[in-house]
């Protein structure tokens, strides 16, 4: 079994990586930017109430995006490996995963962070904005403010994983097939 975290900041192609790695390694893949944006895309009352959250590139509430993956989880009760890309990002969230995991008796592997200068990630995620046209992706004071709070929020907690013993960083910064084989090298030493 396979518990694993993909993180990274805005653009430094974790949503590419996580679903090359669920394929190959047969994961349930749970983006919590996904599942946020369909709520704003369906317009349900959660949805109605995110939307400004993401619009200004802030983060969501701790407790809603917790129990968006606990009820995730509980709909998988069977034996089965999960990815995580884009959660946790706060250590309040990060101690909520390991209580999650460990009620199933599954605990994480890994968490694998993607570095990428802020520069190279502002400059992906415009050119990804033009494409998808993505809102909170081509404004460049909102992209600096995403980035922002990842430096501040979210980078903090990987001495909680390295405390455990279960991180490992890896060079985003050139094609999608060299970042999959520097992971898949990673894998291949736990697995
Ligand atoms: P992403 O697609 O992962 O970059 O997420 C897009 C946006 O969704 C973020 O800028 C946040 O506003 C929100 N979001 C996604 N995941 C989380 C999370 N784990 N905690 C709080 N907010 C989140």
Known sequence: MLNIIVAGPPGSGKGTLAKTLAEKYDLI????????RKEVEQKTP???????????????????VISMISSSLDEHPQMHGFLFDGFPRTQAQAEALDRLLEDKGEPLNLMILLNLSDDV??????????????????????????LTTYHTLTKPIVDHYKKQ????AVDSSQTPEHTFNQVKQCLNQIL
């Open 29 to 36: 893949h749970f983006s919590t930017g996904d599942m946020l």
């Open 46 to 64: 959660l949805g109605q109430k995110v939307a400004p959250i993401l619009e200004r590139g802030d983060l969501v509430s701790d407790n809603i």
């Open 121 to 146: 990630c502002a400059a992906r995620i415009l050119r990804r904005g033009t494409l998808e046209n993505r809102s909170d992706d081509t404004d460049i004071s909102k992209v600096k403010h995403r």
């Open 165 to 168: 013993d279960k991180f490992v």
